[in-house]
């Protein structure tokens, strides 16, 4: 079984940026979509990017849209979040996850998630 490690967290100020790693260990994550999700204090889980299994096709939900970029390294069996103009609203636990196969990436929601990592927190201070 695949496990996802997610790392790359920490605090940062409004406007800065910060890159997440999503690592897996016990087999590749080559053949796989891969996406990142949220959830702030109190809230539910938020999708916030997805990938196709080739790093061609991406999607975003609409408060990253602009800011984050999703990308991938299959030769490091890697999924990249990097996170640009980050503002205190972006504060949140972001998880990496593997959708079920055949799911619709512009259609991710949690559901649908097959897998996920033990998540890494994300602070924006204001």
């Known amino acids: 079984q695949v496990q996802l490690v997610e790392s790359g967290g920490g605090l940062v100020q409004a406007g800065g940026s910060l890159r997440l790693s999503c690592a897996a260990s016990g087999g590749t994550l080559s053949r796989y979509a891969m996406a990142w999700f949220r959830q702030a204090p109190g809230k539910e889980r938020e999708f916030a990017a997805a990938i196709d299994w080739s790093g061609g096709t991406t999607y975003y939900g609409d408060s990253v849209k602009g800011r984050f970029t999703i990308s991938r390294d299959n030769a490091k069996n890697t999924v990249y979040l990097q996170m640009n103009s980050l503002n205190p609203e972006d504060t949140a636990v972001y998880y990496c996850?593997?959708?079920?196969?055949?799911?619709?990436?512009?259609?991710?929601?949690?559901?649908?998630?097959?897998?996920w990592g033990q998540g890494t927190q994300v602070t924006v201070s204001s």
């Open positions: 996850a593997r959708p079920r196969a055949g799911v619709a990436l512009q259609l991710l929601s949690a559901r649908n998630v097959g897998s």
